[in-house]
């Protein structure tokens, strides 16, 4: 705390919100013409009903509406500078392209069967059988503080590592079905989960455990009515960080072999043939999996763990 | 030194595992190769086989461990064939790409933590953005930056950039909102800028933070740089070691690419973790 100023002092944020995009107005419109600029005024008008919003008493719909206008922007900022800047659909589709390989009802199967055996087939049924198996596992070793101090520090590293290296090698094993991709997810997922259950196993404070002593509770007894409810909030994070991983070790693993379907083939073959819309397609799907995925889970979350802080705020 | 022996007992009994596996999973090529030169194996021979094929499906710790030596010190450092060179190429652009995940990272703390209309429309969207599985869109980044003109380092250090931009922005955030109202309150009787809070006070405050937030990071924008190695045909790199190693059935070279890659990741969150320890120690804020 050596420096201290006196005064307002000079506003940097105030100034980075208003006058810049009015600067970027000016030297675009001179450049490249009307267009341009009306797109620039209307991001910068979206942008002014955004901090006008959010300086209002905050409400359920304010802070739902906010981060829409937010995402329209820079959709129709997409859709407008493609079409101002003339740029090849081969390097960028709009998104109006994109939308409409949604609206084709061959190219919407495709889709539907890259999901099916991605996301259905090989993330799901991997992050079921990694995250329920790394859970027994956790409960198993709860007994023993001795393999719970030896596996913290190691699973904290494995959990570091880049495992998604392993997809080769799994798809030498398990072959090019969705079988392999499982696999990868399970070895991807069971060690982050483990790590967060076992936490979750010690989060109980002394105070409850003795408690639960008086009560004259077995073991199997204080880990059903107090261990495990009191694990749920490190198990649910465990089970989120999860859903992203399913989904990128299902994708990556099919760059390694695969047979003629599936999300992570599609990307790549799409991609050699300079089909973006289609490759920006299953991205878009890959996207709203991943979300509804997580979604899902948080949701879950909210109905398990209704008596913990975070849930009640 | 309390966990030193449960951490010993967990690896060794990894280790014994990854033996019995070893044995188990290649024992059938062993017994088959043995049925067409017409000799009946013992038991001991079988196991020997086991840990000493060429292509096996999974090789055997040692055999890793003397692949890793021949690559690297045997090898000099700018053959094609040497694990240090690849290895050095996927550093380079994990640092880059971590390099400029960090920085976009603060900077968005900074504006969400100064503007609250920057709050509420880009937060939602930082966390959306993880659940889209970047590393998909890996290959059309590098095709794409590649048909623009830009190649070699920089596309995959934009995906590395990817995965390391989120874990700070979550952290900073929490750091720069950790200051308390007492002291927030102080600042304000001494009448501070904006400016002035945060550089004395938001910003120090911050920096636990900052180094949890920076050693995530750092292991994610190597698995992004990996990744980024394989769509561009198995040029160098990590990555394409694992590509290359899976197209010939190389599966030694997969598992030394792969320890390679676990031991820099390793080392990277390790210095990250000095660093922090030593920074906070000199901030006194050591634990």
């Known amino acids: ?313 | 030194m309390r966990s030193f022996f449960p951490i010993l007992t967990v690896v060794s009994s990894i280790f014994v595992i990854w033996y019995l596996a070893a044995i188990a999973l290649n024992s059938t090529w062993a017994y088959d190769k043995a049925k067409r030169a017409d000799v009946t194996l013992t038991f001991s021979q079988m196991v020997a086989d086991t840990l000493a094929q060429k292509k096996p499906l999974l090789p055997a710790p040692h055999q890793v461990a003397k692949e890793i030596y021949k690559t690297t010190v045997l090898k000099k450092i700018t053959s094609k064939r040497s694990l240090i060179w690849h290895g050095w190429i996927t550093l380079s652009a994990t640092l880059l790409g971590f390099a400029m995940g960090t920085g976009l990272g603060i900077v968005l703390a900074v504006g969400i933590v100064h503007s609250r209309a920057m709050d509420m429309s880009v937060m939602p969207w930082v966390i959306t953005s993880q659940t889209i599985p970047i590393l998909a869109v890996a290959p059309m980044i590098i095709v794409v930056l590649n048909a623009v003109g830009v190649s070699g380092l920089l596309p995959k250090a934009v995906i590395s950039m990817y995965l390391s931009f989120f874990p700070v922005v979550v952290g900073m955030v929490k750091g720069l909102r950790s200051p308390d109202a007492m002291q927030m309150d102080q600042m304000r009787t001494w009448n501070t800028s904006r400016l002035g809070v945060f550089w004395s006070l938001r910003l120090p405050s911050s920096m636990p933070y900052l180094f949890t937030s920076l050693k995530i990071g750092v292991a994610a924008s190597l698995v992004g740089a990996i990744v980024g190695e394989m769509p561009t045909g198995a040029v160098a790199g990590l990555g394409a070691r694992l590509l290359a190693g899976s197209y010939y059935g190389q599966t030694i070279q997969i598992w030394s690419a792969l320890i390679c890659a676990a031991a820099l990741a390793a080392s990277l969150v390790a210095i990250i973790g000095v660093v922090q320890k030593v920074t906070l120690k000199r901030m006194g804020m050591a634990l």
């Open chain 1, 1 to 313: 705390m050596r420096k201290l100023r006196y005064g307002k002092g000079f506003n940097f944020i105030l100034w980075l919100e208003f006058l810049g995009p009015i600067a970027a107005v000016l030297l675009l419109s001179l450049n490249y013409g009307a267009k341009l600029g009306l797109l620039v005024l209307a991001w910068i008008s979206l942008w002014g009903i955004n901090v006008w919003l959010s300086k209002r008493p905050p409400s359920r719909l304010i802070s739902f509406l906010v981060p829409m206008i937010f995402g329209l922007t820079l959709l129709m900022l997409w859709e407008g500078l493609v079409d101002v800047f003339n740029v090849s659909p081969i390097l960028l589709p709009p998104p109006s392209a994109i939308a409409e390989i949604f609206t084709q009802g061959s190219k919407l199967a495709i889709l539907w069967v890259d999901f099916v055996q991605t996301v259905v087939k090989g993330a799901l049924s991997g992050y079921i059988i990694g995250c329920g198996s790394a859970f027994l596992m956790a409960v198993a070793v709860d007994r023993s503080p001795f393999l719970q101090r030896g596996l913290l520090p190691v699973g904290n590293f494995v959990a570091a590592l880049p495992i998604v290296g392993m997809a080769p090698i799994m798809v030498m094993w398990f072959g090019f079905d969705w079988h392999s991709k499982a696999a990868v997810v399970v070895i991807m997922v069971f060690f982050p989960m483990l790590v967060n259950t076992v936490q979750g196993l010690q989060s109980s404070d002394h105070m409850q455990r003795d408690l639960m002593r008086t009560y004259g509770a077995s073991y199997p007894q204080a880990l059903m009515k107090l261990r495990l409810p009191a694990a749920m909030p490190f198990v649910f994070n465990g089970l989120k960080i999860c859903t992203t991983l399913a989904l990128i070790g299902a994708i990556v693993a099919e760059f390694f072999g695969s047979p003629i379907r599936g999300m992570g083939f599609r990307i790549s073959t799409e991609v050699g043939r300079l089909a973006l819309d289609m490759v920006w397609a299953e991205i878009t799907v890959a996207a709203l999996a991943g979300s509804a995925f997580y979604g899902g889970v948080a949701l879950l979350e909210k109905a398990v763990t209704f008596w913990h802080p975070s849930q009640r705020g």
